[in-house]
């Protein structure tokens, strides 16, 4: 029966209210199909809790925005699909380097370019961890349901405060317009993790880049009484561009280990069937919805398919899948788009067993009869 905490929404807008939730306080973007009902939503309801919503006149000013609002103190956030997500690139390299809490909504549509602005497509898996340049850290999540958006929104602002690594949530244009039943958590049951912070570590003064045990600095933001400079250039641990090579070294090795370091923590797959399964699938965002039916269809005529959900598409979940490599006799990897995670299963299998494609790249989702097709063609 429907309680007053269980309402039928889209996607989008289960990720707004995810993004309450986590306390999100600033949202700076710029409208674009098919992630403006995240903005529309963010509009109405950031007032009522205390936050400010912007439109600004573009997404590059957008991401600027969400910067600055994160380094005064706020969680912040922006939503965007491909074309604007390609306009962040530099900035959101900027808050790499400088370590700087952001979660990025890309709601992906077809492209290049302005390609197909309202059919679905997984074809920003590859810019989401390569779109800005230089070796950087990068968290990118992929939900498969309205509910698993609200949860891994909430998630996404947990790992960036958490690590102060920039966060990308992606969405198809499938997972943000289709409408299903959220029950809320009570808030108590929510886990909001908030950033460390502290003017003095061990008694010595703050240092905005100091080297920790954990690799991940404390943050205290501006107008808190600690002064700092904020640079994209290479910096030591005052936060001041260096030229020195050991410093720079040690920055940007520090920079990618907090991942290594943290990788089980960040790293979440959803298992299927996978006990005995000889038939592999590896799918994600909306399509794994079409592997994970296509899967219970082929064991209902006794195949022994199972399937890999990442919930975390970067980092990948190499180890997860490569403990099957030696398990099953082939892998599926269904995705809308010419193959970006299939070359990655393929590297986490060790080349061991043979990975067949199932790609969609004309704005229609992949069937499950498709995926289904090919299963039986393997056995």
Known sequence: MATSRTRILSGNEACAEGALAAGVRFFGGYPITPSSEIAEELSRKLPRHGGIFIQMED???????????????SKAMTATSGPGFSLMQENIGYACMAEIPC????????GPSTGLPTMPSQGDVMQARWGTHGDHPIIALAPFSVRETFDLTIRAFNLTEAFRIPVVLLLDEIIGHVNEKLTFPDPEEIRVVERKSGRKINGQDYLPYRVTESGVPPMVSFGEGARYHITGLAHDETGFPTNDPEKIDQLLRRLNSKLDAHRDEIVE????????????????????RSARYAVRSAREKGIAAGLIRPRTLWPFADREIGAYADQVKAWIVPEMNLGQIATQVECASRFSRPVHRINRVDGNPINPVDILKKIEDLV
């Open 59 to 73: 997404e590059i000013a957008s991401i600027g925005s969400v910067i600055g609002a994160s380094i005064a103190g």
């Open 269 to 288: 797959v959803e298992y299927s069937n996978m006990d005995d399964a000889e038939i592999g699938l590896v799918a994600y965002g909306s399509t794994a």
């Open 103 to 110: 979660v990025i909504v890309n709601v992906m549509r077809g």
